[in-house]
């Protein structure tokens, strides 16, 4: 596996909740390394919404929560805003690569 | 402050070599393993490769698309880490940006761009 299965979209209106998965198998998430989530802007670089699978960076509001579970992560987003819509990816780390291993991204839309 | 800043991108014709580099601070930059990444247009994350401590023999691991074309080395004198590119290939394109793991948050570099084309 050389990356991890994320949705290509999901969207919902304001307010509501969204959850995104992150799924990965035995040599990376399910080997217990942490998991990680970053928001992307168009023409930005990532920016960390969520580290260590569950705690959120000072300055990063309290709508958006990780969790993890065997071999896969979720990140949710509640009470979702218009300044949410963006790309976001998981990242952990692969005992076969040696190295990290990303999401294949998620574009979440406000509807 | 942690800051990591990209230079060194540019257009390379297919076949050619580049170097980018990473300018650190904020952090002791001898004590970090450092990473590139790179994003192609409009593409996903992709992770390019690594370089430990000198004191841990300075070890690089490579992604498969880039292993055997791409080195990595770095300068702790000067807080600097480099990606040495050759043998470029159009699907090479891309933004590529630096990291580090810091107290367990990975802080990232805003990216240089490297495109690739005859």
């Known amino acids: 596996q050389s990356v991890l299965a994320q949705p290509p979209s999901v969207s919902g209106a304001p307010g509501q909740r969204v959850t995104i998965s992150c799924t990965g198998n035995?040599?990376?998430?399910?080997?217990?390394?942490?998991v990680h989530w970053y928001q992307q802007l168009p023409g930005t670089g990532p920016k960390v919404v969520i580290y260590?699978?569950?705690i959120r960076p000072s300055g990063v509001p309290d709508r958006f929560s990780g969790s993890k579970s065997d071999a896969s992560a979720s990140l949710a987003i509640t009470g979702l805003q218009t300044e949410d819509e963006a790309d976001y990816y998981c990242h952990s780390y692969d005992d076969s690569l040696n190295g990290s291993i990303f999401g294949t991204g998620t574009k979440v839309t406000v509807l | 402050e942690v800051q990591l800043v990209e230079s060194g991108g540019g257009l390379v014709k297919p076949g050619g070599s580049l170097t980018v580099s990473c300018a650190a601070s904020?952090?002791?930059?001898?004590?970090?393993?450092m990473s590139w990444v790179r994003q192609a247009p409009g593409k996903g994350l992709e992770w390019v490769g690594r370089i430990k401590t000198i004191r841990e023999g300075g070890t690089t691991n490579f992604a498969a698309p880039v292993k055997g074309r791409f080195t990595i080395s770095r300068d702790d004198s000067e807080n600097t880490v480099f990606l040495q590119m050759s043998s470029l290939k159009r699907e090479d394109t891309g933004v590529y940006y630096c990291?580090?793991?810091?107290?367990?948050?990975?802080?990232w570099g805003q990216g240089t761009l490297v495109t690739v084309s005859s």
């Open positions: 904020g952090f002791t930059f001898s004590k970090a393993w």
């Open positions: 990291i580090t793991r810091l107290q367990d948050i990975w802080s």
């Open positions: 035995n040599s990376n998430i399910g080997a217990g390394y942490y």
């Open positions: 260590d699978n569950n």
